[in-house]
């Protein structure tokens, strides 16, 4: 149901292309047509009201009724564009010689015949569709929609990339990076010069990657060599080995993505290479214990003080992590009340000092329900501006209430989406379809911003509000609010500032897939899973 109302704006737009196009639609054709828009329009009003209150909120009946009309505007969608593309056939304003004159009056012929069918069958689908949305409007007046209504929050400059990254990095960090860098840089006895595996555990949000790329970045002058190399959870084995070389050496080994050398020959590549250097390596978010022993096979244990550093959520991957080597286990702990508040109060307003006294009490609250995982601040901080300014006491209860029971201990990874998820819900309706289709991709995968708006542009989910305005400049504005929002995080930056690549960090991932699929927005069908409610259903796209 939140996604429904974007998915109904494709379907109104071309409904309307219907009405003004010369289609030779029947007068009692028209006027369903037109009856049907109305109708949809209806419904669309309906449910960006519905969208913004959590799914898990919402009565049963009204889950199944907004089901409905997701699925009736996809089914009108369809059948409007096979009408539109049969009826486009053979149209040309070119001038032409005898022979395709004469080509193009049987074409003419034929497509008669192509046509009456067409209208015949738009026909249909229109009096279907006006039945259904009549059964669907009796429906909805049986059900009082308990809904409460969040405004919308509009962007931040997005060149405050810098103050993000200082305070996403630095707050809270300080002690335990003081103690890393002790423990990966010290000589301790008789291992002294072996090699030393430090292994940084904890859920997903807490800031293991952020905490290793400090630390990686501090201390990586002191080593012959270096790489920094993300895994995730169904990693390419062969790219990950193609990956972590290039890092090491990126001159000698530029050219080693178009390599055919197999997963053994890489690993065997990687030992020779590392036998006479010490070198300090990073493996970023293992999931599993037999991808760990893989790349473990490629890293040539000499005597000259190298380290490795993996971070994972699961606490046996980093155990095994330590099974052949000499190392340590570093568990993530949430942040301090006090550093949880100087993140929260410099996100919002640049200082830890300036919270004005009548938003003390209901900052000390969310944060408390935040459970200092920085992600869920970081987050829940996006939600408190708008417009470069900070939203009024009410909006901030208004965030309070819509936390449910915040971050427990018991149960973290559930409560931190049900934080996550305030975001989805708090965006406008035509964002929440552009958001979910980054379900799409795979972790860690960099994805080219202009590519992206182009694929939303081909999907119909960017509106035209201003004539002036290009769909493109509409669709890179889209982007730059999903950014504002923290819900994707910039990759690489050109000289200019702009952001050219993004990515999603995984818990976001995980909340947009989880919905996606109960939305039966996309079927992601990878090599452990398939996501997707209901088999009976259609799948209106899917991602291999």
């Given at each position: 149901?939140?996604?429904?109302?974007?998915?109904?704006?494709?379907?109104?737009?071309?409904?309307?292309?219907?009405?003004?196009?010369?289609?030779?639609?029947?007068?009692?054709?028209?006027?369903?047509?037109?009856?049907?828009?109305?109708?949809?329009?209806?419904?669309?009003?309906?449910?960006?009201?519905?969208?913004?209150?959590?799914?898990d909120q919402l009565q049963e009946p009204v889950r199944i009724w907004a089901g409905k009309v997701r699925d009736l505007s996809c089914d009108m969608e369809d059948a409007v564009d096979d009408f539109l593309v049969r009826v486009?056939?053979?149209?040309?304003?070119?001038?032409?010689?005898?022979?395709?004159?004469?080509?193009?009056?049987?074409?003419?012929?034929?497509?008669?015949?192509?046509?009456?069918?067409?209208?015949?069958?738009?026909?249909?689908?229109?009096?279907?569709?006006?039945?259904?949305?009549?059964?669907?409007?009796?429906?909805?007046?049986?059900?009082?929609?308990?809904?409460?209504?969040?405004?919308?929050?509009?962007?931040?400059?997005?060149?405050?990339?810098?103050?993000?990254?200082?305070?996403?990095?630095?707050?809270?960090?300080?002690?335990?990076?003081?103690?890393?860098?002790?423990?990966?840089?010290?000589?301790?006895?008789?291992?002294?010069?072996?090699?030393?595996?430090?292994?940084?555990?904890?859920?997903?949000?807490?800031?293991?990657?952020?905490?290793?790329?400090?630390?990686?970045?501090?201390?990586?002058?002191?080593?012959?060599?270096?790489?920094?190399?993300?895994?995730?959870?169904?990693?390419?084995?062969?790219?990950?080995?193609?990956?972590?070389?290039?890092?090491?050496?990126?001159?000698?080994?530029?050219?080693?993505?178009?390599?055919?050398?197999?997963?053994?020959?890489?690993?065997?590549?990687?030992?020779?290479?590392?036998?006479?250097?010490?070198?300090?390596?990073?493996?970023?978010?293992?999931?599993?214990?037999?991808?760990?022993?893989?790349?473990?096979?490629?890293?040539?244990?000499?005597?000259?003080?190298?380290?490795?550093?993996?971070?994972?959520?699961?606490?046996?991957?980093?155990?095994?992590?330590?099974?052949?080597?000499?190392?340590?286990?570093?568990?993530?702990?949430?942040?301090?009340?006090?550093?949880?508040?100087?993140?929260?109060?410099?996100?919002?307003?640049?200082?830890?000092?300036?919270?004005?006294?009548?938003?003390?009490?209901?900052?000390?609250?969310?944060?408390?329900?935040?459970?200092?995982?920085?992600?869920?601040?970081?987050?829940?901080?996006?939600?408190?501006?708008?417009?470069?300014?900070?939203?009024?006491?009410?909006?901030?209860?208004?965030?309070?209430?819509?936390?449910?029971?915040?971050?427990?201990?018991?149960?973290?990874?559930?409560?931190?989406?049900?934080?996550?998820?305030?975001?989805?819900?708090?965006?406008?309706?035509?964002?929440?379809?552009?958001?979910?289709?980054?379900?799409?991709?795979?972790?860690?995968?960099?994805?080219?911003?202009?590519?992206?708006?182009?694929?939303?542009?081909?999907?119909?989910?960017?509106?035209?509000?201003?004539?002036?305005?290009?769909?493109?400049?509409?669709?890179?504005?889209?982007?730059?609010?999903?950014?504002?929002?923290?819900?994707?995080?910039?990759?690489?930056?050109?000289?200019?500032?702009?952001?050219?690549?993004?990515?999603?960090?995984?818990?976001?991932?995980?909340?947009?897939?989880?919905?996606?699929?109960?939305?039966?927005?996309?079927?992601?069908?990878?090599?452990?899973?398939?996501?997707?409610?209901?088999?009976?259903?259609?799948?209106?796209?899917?991602?291999?």
């Amino acid at each position: 149901m939140e996604v429904a109302a974007g998915a109904l704006s494709p379907v109104l737009r071309k409904l309307g292309e219907l009405l003004i196009g010369e289609y030779n639609l029947e007068k009692r054709v028209k006027k369903g047509v037109q009856s049907l828009l109305i109708e949809l329009e209806m419904m669309h009003a309906v449910l960006r009201e519905v969208g913004k209150v959590p799914s898990d909120q919402l009565q049963e009946p009204v889950r199944i009724w907004a089901g409905k009309v997701r699925d009736l505007s996809c089914d009108m969608e369809d059948a409007v564009d096979d009408f539109l593309v049969r009826v486009g056939e053979g149209s040309s304003s070119k001038p032409a010689d005898m022979r395709s004159r004469v080509s193009k009056f049987l074409k003419k012929t034929t497509t008669l015949f192509v046509k009456g069918k067409a209208l015949h069958q738009i026909c249909d689908a229109i009096k279907e569709a006006q039945d259904l949305a009549k059964e669907l409007a009796e429906l909805r007046k049986r059900y009082e929609l308990d809904m409460r209504s969040t405004s919308n929050g509009a962007t931040i400059d997005p060149r405050v990339l810098a103050l993000h990254k200082d305070v996403g990095e630095l707050v809270g960090v300080d002690h335990t990076m003081d103690e890393l860098i002790k423990t990966l840089i010290c000589k301790d006895g008789s291992s002294k010069e072996q090699l030393k595996t430090i292994s940084i555990v904890g859920v997903g949000g807490l800031g293991k990657t952020t905490l290793t790329k400090v630390v990686y970045e501090k201390i990586k002058t002191r080593f012959d060599c270096v790489a920094f190399v993300p895994v995730g959870q169904n990693p390419d084995m062969k790219k990950v080995f193609q990956d972590l070389l290039y890092d090491l050496d990126n001159e000698k080994f530029s050219d080693i993505h178009n390599t055919k050398r197999d997963e053994y020959l890489l690993i065997k590549q990687i030992s020779d290479f590392l036998v006479d250097k010490r070198y300090l390596i990073v493996i970023d978010d293992i999931w599993g214990k037999d991808i760990w022993r893989c790349i473990n096979c490629a890293l040539y244990r000499n005597k000259l003080q190298s380290r490795v550093i993996t971070t994972t959520r699961n606490v046996s991957v980093s155990k095994a992590c330590l099974s052949s080597t000499d190392g340590t286990i570093h568990r993530m702990k949430p942040l301090s009340d006090k550093d949880s508040q100087i993140l929260f109060h410099k996100r919002i307003f640049q200082s830890k000092e300036k919270c004005p006294e009548d938003l003390q009490i209901v900052s000390r609250d969310i944060l408390k329900k935040c459970g200092g995982v920085p992600l869920a601040i970081i987050t829940i901080a996006s939600l408190l501006v708008s417009n470069q300014r900070v939203k009024p006491n009410h909006d901030w209860m208004d965030v309070y209430n819509s936390m449910g029971h915040g971050v427990t201990q018991s149960d973290i990874a559930k409560d931190m989406n049900r934080i996550l998820s305030l975001s989805y819900y708090d965006l406008p309706s035509y964002l929440k379809p552009c958001l979910l289709y980054l379900s799409i991709f795979p972790e860690d995968f960099e994805i080219e911003r202009d590519w992206l708006i182009w694929r939303w542009l081909a999907e119909g989910f960017i509106q035209c509000d201003k004539e002036e305005t290009s769909l493109f400049e509409i669709g890179e504005t889209y982007f730059t609010e999903l950014m504002n929002r923290s819900l994707i995080q910039p990759a690489e930056i050109n000289y200019e500032g702009t952001v050219v690549t993004c990515r999603i960090h995984d818990m976001v991932l995980d909340l947009i897939c989880s919905l996606s699929s109960e939305e039966n927005f996309i079927s992601i069908l990878d090599n452990d899973n398939w996501h997707a409610p209901n088999m009976q259903r259609k799948s209106r796209r899917l991602s291999l």
